[in-house]
């Protein structure tokens, strides 16, 4: 079990070493690969170690390891080179991307992507949304959740009802543009969930937006 443990964590080490260099500040951090295969080494390793037999518990281990980390650094690789890809297309657009665990969320300001009191796509628009398709339909073991958003003037139904068109208008211009429907989510949340306040009028600009958030899928 000592030498389990020293090999694990030798394992985590060397995976700590493997970093990506951020294409927007050009800092060197550590790629979600390298933290999804650690994490799965470890889990793989646990898990390994408990189904093997007494006498076997150091090889069970060692196989769960190998496994655990080759699934989790999969899944970790494949979102990174999107997140990276994205991030190339998107860069100056106006649209943020951030990334949470194996997610990757695309947040889009009212200001540049409708006009006022409108569901309609703004034109000047459809070359972001078009880049952000072609990227789509080359990692396409993902799923897409579109999700519009209003600031809180006007009445909740209102909003409610605005919110839904605008996250419809993008989700159809994806689809238009090639991503398969089946991969597609579109849903309106209305005021909720503000990111800013809306006593200022930055704050409800910033929340005015449409966010597409991207999952990766395990098929």
Do not use: W
Request: charged share 20%; glycine share 14%; aromatic share 6%.
């Amino acid at each position: 079990m000592k030498k389990l443990m020293i090999t694990s964590l030798a394992s985590v080490i060397l995976l700590g070493g493997c970093t990506t260099l951020d294409p927007y500040t050009q800092e060197q951090k550590t790629s979600q690969a390298t933290k999804g295969a650690g994490l799965g080494a470890l889990g793989g390793a646990v898990l390994g170690a408990a189904v093997a037999g007494k006498g076997d518990r150091n090889e069970g281990a060692l196989a769960g390891a190998v496994i655990g980390g080759a699934i989790g650094g999969g899944i970790g690789y494949y979102m990174d080179q999107q997140e990276m890809q994205l991030r190339q297309q998107l860069e100056g657009t106006g649209v943020r991307v951030e990334r949470v665990g194996d997610d990757i969320r695309l947040i889009m300001p009212g200001n540049i992507t409708f006009a006022t009191d409108s569901d309609r796509v703004d034109p000047s628009f459809y070359s972001v949304l078009d880049s952000v398709a072609r990227v789509l339909i080359k990692f396409e073991k993902t799923q897409v959740a579109v999700e519009g958003y209003t600031d809180s003037t006007g009445s909740f139904e209102y909003n409610q009802q605005l919110s839904e068109r605008r996250a419809n208008s993008v989700a159809r211009y994806l689809n238009s543009a090639g991503v398969s429907h089946l991969r597609l989510d579109a849903r309106g949340l209305g005021e909720r969930y503000p990111i800013a306040s809306n006593d200022t009028a930055a704050g409800r600009a910033m929340n005015r937006r449409v966010e597409i958030k991207i999952r990766g899928t395990q098929r």
